[in-house]
């Protein structure tokens, strides 16, 4: 595996802890930690998931990450390629691996120690948020310290459109519950949205309407809680924006569109770039009117 060559992510399915990619959405080297080596362990079963069925005799271990890790990162810098991020994603949900906590302590530090420039990303589609103990380690490594970045899945605004984009047993009404009180519990987050058609279809304007509605409340959420971190020592807020921290405590939302195949496919297709701008510019629009500052961001 060559460093700064890597554009897809199929070492993960032979058994890699640590995968170094290309990635879009993090503008560079990307170095994947994989806590699910030997196979997929998911809350979620979307359509567009691009995991392939796989059988890997690996089995994590925290030791072989920290050394596998430390080895990605030198020979990143030895070749001179910059590493965006250390991004916890792989061939699942993270928050639902054993060792969810420890890696990402362990990581925050290798990252410390050889990379400080390097971004810490989890990509998780929220259903940790459900168990206690994980939404307050969530918490408490997006703030300053871990720095954790949190990618934080929201495909859909209704149950029709959860039910087709993200096919979960996890109740929907429950889980957007608690990603409100993820908002306004002061963690700093992005807000990613994979936006593809499923069986030829757009999701409908119900769906989209919901979306910016969703997202506006949200964000109105996260700024109350800036609002409230002002009030413990920072120096001001302005609709969501702390300037103490020098970022908004929503720090994006991320519209992106289906790139790579997909073991279901077609069941999910691409949908087209129009579609994507369209429901950006209706979500900044929203964030506008309400005085929100959260940029917008779309990957096609
Ligand atoms: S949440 Fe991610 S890993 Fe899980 S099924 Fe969806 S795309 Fe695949």
């Not at 993270?94 to 990509?123: G, W, Y």
């Not at 970045?149 to 979960?168: C, F, G, M």
């Not at 429950?174 to 990603?179: A, F, G, H, P, T």
Request: hydrophobic residues 40%; contains cysteine.
């Amino acid at each position: 595996m060559t460093i700064g060559t890597i554009t897809n992510h199929r070492s993960r399915e032979e058994g890699a802890i640590i995968y170094p990619v290309h990635s879009r959405r993090s503008g560079g080297l990307s170095i994947g930690v994989n806590l699910f080596p030997d196979r997929k362990v998911c809350s979620f079963n979307c359509p567009y998931c691009e995991v392939f069925p796989f059988e890997a005799d690996v089995f994590f271990s925290m030791e072989t990450m920290k050394s596998a890790l430390c080895r990605t990162v030198q020979e990143a810098q030895k070749n001179g390629v910059p590493i965006k991020d250390i991004c916890f994603s792989g061939n699942g949900e993270p928050t639902m691996s054993p060792f969810f906590t420890e890696a990402v302590t362990a990581a925050a530090a290798i990252r410390s120690e050889l990379a400080p420039e390097a971004k810490l990303v989890a990509i998780t589609n929220g259903t940790g948020l459900l168990n206690q103990a994980v939404f307050q380690f969530l918490k408490t490594a997006s703030l300053p310290g871990i720095d954790l970045h949190i990618w934080l899945k929201l495909d859909a605004a209704t149950e029709a459109w959860y039910n087709a984009v993200d096919r979960s047993a996890v109740p929907f009404m429950e889980l957007v519950s608690r990603i409100r009180d993820f908002a306004g519990s002061g963690a700093p987050f992005t807000i990613q949205t994979m936006l593809c058609k499923i069986k030829s279809a757009l999701p409908p304007p119900e769906e989209s309407a919901a979306w910016v509605q969703l997202v506006t409340e949200l964000a109105a959420l996260s700024a109350a809680s800036v609002r409230d971190c002002c009030a413990v020592g920072h120096t001001g807020a302005t609709g969501g924006y702390c300037v103490t921290e020098n970022k908004p405590h929503i720090r994006a939302v991320q519209l992106y569109g289906k790139a790579r195949p997909a073991p279901e496919d077609p069941l999910a297709e691409a949908a087209p770039t129009e579609a994507l701008e369209e429901r950006a510019a209706l979500l900044r629009g929203a964030l506008d009117k309400a005085g929100m500052i959260v940029p917008v961001e779309v990957y096609k």
